[in-house]
């Protein structure tokens, strides 16, 4: 019976394991839905802002109020990973993705101390690679405004990361997250159908606000997306791994009954031996 008592132990242990499983797996999945009310709420947003950010891009156009919204005319590339290694071949893909895209003219920002372990076993030729890192793979309200004020200065800023195809499949994007209205002029759009708005305290300076405020949103946007494409990968890992663990379990339940068949076969026989040599010599004595 030591096989027996070896194998109850076992099995306990991966019944255990399934239940963590399982219990992660459920977590991932709220989450999941949280994350994408949220990244509808923002798209909703994100749809009413352009559509406000073109009204008053076509007054200050007619106006000759547009200031120059960038500080330059250069290009920043961005990798977006995470801090730790709990989602499969996401932070891989996006950095695979990065080295491809990218040549040595570019300027780069990595953030993530993963991206940055891969390209410092990877290292190759960029004009500039700069690293930044959030404490958490989420970054925070200040940590958000940090990153928004190092890509600022850039006019175009291109963001790589895992993005949402479905649950089972998360595919690495690119997307620049700056913006810029359709150039209107004054020949073409006198703005007649709009009705006459006053602007405090400037039309530039409402200009500037929203670009910023549109740039904000974006950032959000593919964050957000990031967020639920990480947690559907962690959703599928921990679902393959509570089938793993509930096949296991099957694995080890049939184990122990054959171990235990085994016994009680081995028990049976041992009698029935038992009982025929009992029955032999009771027949050599009766015939003595």
């Not at 009705?195 to 670009?211: A, H, I, W």
């Not at 593919?222 to 959703?235: H, P, Y």
Request: hydrophobic share 35%; proline share 3%; with cysteine.
């Amino acid at each position: 019976m030591s096989v027996v008592g070896d194998q109850k132990p076992k099995l306990e242990d991966i019944r255990s394991a399934r239940y963590i499983t399982g219990a992660l797996r459920d977590i991932a999945d709220i989450q999941l839905k949280n994350l994408r009310e949220k990244f509808e709420r923002n798209d909703m947003f994100y749809t009413e802002l352009i559509d406000l950010f073109h009204l008053v891009w076509r007054i200050a156009v007619a106006e000759k109020a547009t200031p120059a919204i960038s500080k330059s005319k250069g290009e920043l590339y961005l990798a977006y990973t995470t801090n730790r290694h709990f989602y499969g071949t996401l932070n891989n893909d996006v950095m695979q993705k990065f080295f491809d895209t990218t040549n040595t003219k570019n300027d780069c920002l990595i953030v993530g101390e993963t991206g940055k372990s891969i390209w410092e076993s990877r290292p190759q030729q960029r004009k500039s690679v700069e690293f930044l890192a959030f404490k958490d793979d989420d970054p925070t309200t200040e940590e958000l405004d940090l990153l928004m004020k190092t890509v600022d200065k850039y006019e175009n800023v291109f963001v790589f990361y895992p993005g949402f195809t479905s649950v089972f499949r998360q595919d690495v994007k690119m997307v620049d997250i700056t913006y810029r209205p359709s150039n209107y002029s004054k020949e073409k759009d006198d703005y007649k159908d709009l009705p006459q708005y006053l602007f405090e305290p400037d039309l530039s300076e409402m200009v500037v606000f929203f670009n910023s405020q549109v740039r904000y949103v974006l950032l959000e946007r593919f964050l957000l997306e990031t967020q639920i494409a990480r947690v559907a990968a962690r959703l599928v890992k921990m679902d393959t791994a509570d089938q793993n663990a509930n096949d296991l379990v099957i694995h080890e339940l049939r184990k122990l009954r054959r171990v235990r068949t085994t016994f009680s076969s081995r028990r049976m026989l041992e009698t029935v031996v038992g009982y025929i040599q009992w029955h032999n010599r009771q027949q050599q004595l009766i015939g003595q």
